[in-house]
């Protein structure tokens, strides 16, 4: 495959470069003018106001991608975007559409994942902004369900090649069929370079039954041996009937498989390395194949000592030999060999014959061979982003090669690793669908309870909760990490591994106190067994903290989140990008829950300059490094800030991962939260209707998350003169927090805060100053006296006293918590509730879901 390159051209009416991918020119391209004129008036076909996709339908070598690769050079000139896309299996699609996102304007795919930046890329084409004339060229779409939904129906072009005739049933196709006779004639011509006679040329295309492959490797040979037309119908003769006898490759045109064979023998003949190199390809996908590949996968591969002839280690090994033989398959058209892109690829029709020609204990142990190359190929941690492109050139070999089969320990650990490449790039499908592959095949083969098998479904669950099937996560992760146990021991790499995992499956239940309970075991294992500064141990060190945040010990949280930041920070190697911005963002988290609202904006800032500069506006990362630093800005009293950055942050989640993710929806919380902080109130209560409801869909009807929202809603309700309602949904959430974290936690108080002001507003002050008293004494216990939601429920307390005639105790109150701010009076820049408290009025405690 070419690599990116871009092309000017000298056209009045249109952008003066084309942004281009598509493979190299095919020199020997000739004839089919017809089906050019047909393909061009075909795909201008104008149907409903948008340009109709069409399909180039036909046998495996009659020259569908060559004719598709012709038109995309010939009229590149009438378009400002040529893309070209492998559909042959569907994991190939999405990341094909997401490199051209940086070309459209649009975040790349390392910053929002590969599905989500494959869909903006869909949406970009689909609107015409900011390129109205495209064309995108689906190469061997096999399956139509498969790619089209990935099919933007917009002012460009779509063009597809595929050997399904099912294509007609939803796009124009036309059919491509053998050449005529004429346009073989002038094929051979032009590939042998010389003058052929017409009798020669057209008995030779007969024999070859006018397909272009065979022309083509027919040709190749003639010119490079410079065998005679003669010779060589004698020698396809002598194939073809040995072809007969054995009856092989009878699903291919016998045309096709005889020429190959004469190809093969001749090159057999004059470089035998050469042939164990392309037999070694036909186990690869069709799809290009680094070459890079074969330099490092070689080391791995075993020697060969029961032969005589080179083993494929050296021939791989040796740069000279190597280079001789690709250089060999060129010439006699048995392999296309890109050196811009350095690839080589084969056509899946002689990748076919090739194995088709193997014994079956030859098959296996080439299969065996290119296993051993894939996994030698790559590094051993996929979480270091400066690595994924040496993942993603080998991902779509997994199945064509019959990867999940192997049960060599290097080519499963190969296998997990691009599931977690995958993942970690947010292709979280096709993830998923990797490793349930591999879970069915590897079961089958040595038992549900091997170590392989279990450390598969530890990587599923991690793809589960990515996926918010939480329920699912939970399940799954509870039985593994106890088989492991049980088989593996406690202290197993693997074990911790998985465990750690389940700490986020335990928070998204809502299991607060059992997440930190796994994770201070498994930290303290991974500090017995990896160090204090290993990447795992810093890892769970930061899971941990997380732990002490969601069951209201902030003090602990900011010293192992600080702790965390200073060790990862100093790391040499292991530490990607990724998860020190998330550490950073905790870090600034932790001070903001604290009550230090200013150092949490300062550092917050910086975490989100550092994501903005060292990811992207739209990595995961950055974005809830940019929801933490709005809530801060909006406790700050920073509420233009906090309104900017939480309208911006809410509207890139919703773009790149949807209404129902639950990061989105903490992202809607927290604008409606500082709607309502602003005045905005009927904003934030339509925001928070909307997405209230949603918290239980995803996270369950009694995670705390669910209740704390609906108090935020309750809030609302009582601005918007129904504090009925709002004391309704107040005491059913409080009744539910009790249940599952206790009243002696951050959130149940919080609800009870927002309960008294309930009472309050329904007259009831007795019943709020009760209330308000029982919740002062837990918050001076739990939080700490100077802390912003005790100062708070002081302050309304002190209210609820002067209500029901207590005015020396409200006076006593109020004057002990105004004397506990740093300095007297305030200003409409300090934070909202601060200022509150000072005019007298009542402070409601919102809530903003922290990330699981």
Request: glycine content about 6%; some cysteine; overall charge negative.
């Amino acid at each position: 495959m070419a690599e990116l390159s871009r092309t000017a051209h000298a056209v009045p009416d249109r952008q003066p470069d084309v942004w281009e991918r598509v493979p190299a020119r095919n020199r020997n391209f000739t004839g089919r003018e017809d089906l050019l004129v047909k393909l061009r008036q075909g795909i201008s076909t104008v149907t409903a106001v948008v340009p109709q996709p069409q399909a180039l339908q036909g046998l495996g070598g009659v020259g569908k991608t060559q004719l598709a690769v012709e038109y995309a050079h010939r009229y590149r000139s009438h378009y400002d975007l040529v893309w070209w896309i492998p559909s042959d299996q569907r994991v190939l699609v999405p990341p094909a559409l997401a490199m051209m996102a940086p070309v459209l304007g649009l975040p790349p795919a390392s910053a929002t994942g590969v599905e989500e930046a494959a869909e903006a890329v869909r949406r970009a084409l689909q609107s015409g902004e900011p390129y109205h004339r495209w064309l995108l060229i689906f190469d061997n779409a096999e399956e139509p369900g498969d790619i089209e939904a990935f099919i933007p129906r917009g002012p460009g072009h779509v063009l597809i090649t595929s050997r399904n005739p099912q294509w007609e049933n939803h796009f124009e196709t036309l059919q491509v069929d053998v050449f005529s006779r004429e346009e073989s004639v002038d094929f051979l011509r032009k590939r042998l370079n010389r003058e052929l006679p017409e009798r020669d040329a057209s008995l030779l295309a007969d024999k070859l039954g006018d397909l272009p492959l065979a022309l083509e490797q027919a040709g190749a040979l003639q010119y490079e041996t410079g065998m005679s037309v003669d010779e060589y119908i004698e020698q396809l003769e002598q194939e073809t009937r040995r072809l007969l006898n054995v009856n092989r490759a009878s699903a291919y045109p016998m045309s096709m498989t005889a020429a190959w064979r004469v190809s093969v023998t001749q090159l057999e003949d004059r470089l035998p390395e050469a042939i164990k190199v392309l037999r070694c390809c036909a186990f690869f996908g069709p799809e290009p194949i680094p070459r890079d590949v074969f330099r490092k996968g070689s080391r791995i591969l075993p020697q060969d000592e029961n032969t005589t002839d080179l083993p494929l280690s050296a021939i791989l090994s040796d740069p000279i030999t190597l280079s001789k033989a690709l250089g060999e398959l060129r010439r006699f058209a048995l392999a296309r060999i890109d050196p811009q892109s350095r690839t080589i690829q084969v056509h899946r029709l002689v990748q076919a014959l090739l194995r088709d020609d193997l014994t079956e204990a030859d098959k296996q142990r080439t299969r065996h061979e290119v296993h051993l190359l894939l996994a030698g190929a790559v590094p051993p941690r996929p979480e270091l982003t400066g690595r994924w492109e040496e993942f993603e050139e080998l991902v779509a070999h997994i199945v064509p090669s019959g990867l999940a089969e192997c049960s060599a320990s290097q080519v499963r650990e190969f296998a997990l690793n691009c599931v977690r490449y995958l993942y970690e790039r947010g292709n979280y499908q096709p993830a998923l669908d990797f490793v349930d592959g591999f879970i069915e095949m590897w079961s089958t083969a040595d038992g549900p309870l091997h170590k392989d098998v279990l450390v598969a479904q530890t990587h599923r669950c991690n793809i589960l909760r990515a996926l918010g099937r939480y329920t699912e996560d939970y399940e799954t992760g509870r039985d593994t990490l106890g088989k492991m146990r049980e088989s593996l021991g406690w202290e197993h790499p693997d074990t911790l591994w998985a465990a750690n995992g389940h700490g986020g499956a335990l928070r998204a239940r809502g299991d607060f106190r059992a997440a930190r309970e796994l994770d201070e075991s498994t930290m303290a294992a991974y500090q017995k067994t990896r160090g204090p500064a290993h990447p795992d141990t810093l890892r769970a060190m930061h899971n941990l903290s997380h732990d002490y945040a969601l069951t209201s010990n902030y003090t602990r949280a900011r010293e192992l989140h600080q702790k965390t930041f200073r060790e990862q920070s100093a790391a040499n190697e292991g530490v990607g990008r990724n998860a020190l911005l998330l550490s950073w963002t905790g870090l600034a988290r932790a001070l903001r829950l604290s009550g230090y609202y200013a150092e949490a904006c300062d550092f917050g800032q910086e975490a989100f300059e550092y994501g903005m500069q060292q990811l992207s506006l739209d990595h995961l990362a950055t974005l809830l490094a940019a929801k933490d630093l709005s809530i801060a800005h909006r406790r700050a009293g920073d509420l233009a800030e906090a309104l900017d950055l939480a309208r911006g942050t809410h509207a890139r989640f919703q773009r790149i991962f949807g209404d129902g993710h639950p990061d989105t929806m903490a992202a809607a919380v927290n604008l409606s939260n500082t709607l309502r902080t602003v005045g905005e109130t009927d904003q934030a209560f339509e925001i928070a209707q909307e997405v209230v409801p949603r918290y239980p869909l995803v996270f369950g009807e009694r995670h705390p998350f669910t209740h704390a929202c609906r108090s935020n809603l309750a809030i609302l309700h009582r601005l918007c003169g129904n504090a009925d309602k709002a004391r309704a949904l107040d005491e059913a959430a409080l009744a539910g927090l009790d249940e599952t974290i206790g009243r002696n936690h951050h959130y149940s108080l919080a609800c009870a805060v927002n309960l008294a002001n309930d009472l309050a507003v329904l007259e009831e002050p007795a019943r709020a100053r009760k209330l308000g008293e029982e919740t002062l004494d837990q918050l001076r216990k739990v939080l700490g006296e100077e802390h912003h939601l005790t100062l708070a429920c002081a302050a309304n307390l002190a209210l609820d006293l002067r209500a029901v005639g207590a005015d020396k105790e409200a006076d006593l109150l109020r004057a002990d918590t105004l004397s506990r701010f740093e300095q007297p009076g305030v200003s409409a820049t300090d934070p909202p509730d601060f200022v509150a408290i000072y005019e007298g009025r009542r402070v409601n405690a919102d809530f903003d879901p922290p990330p699981i």
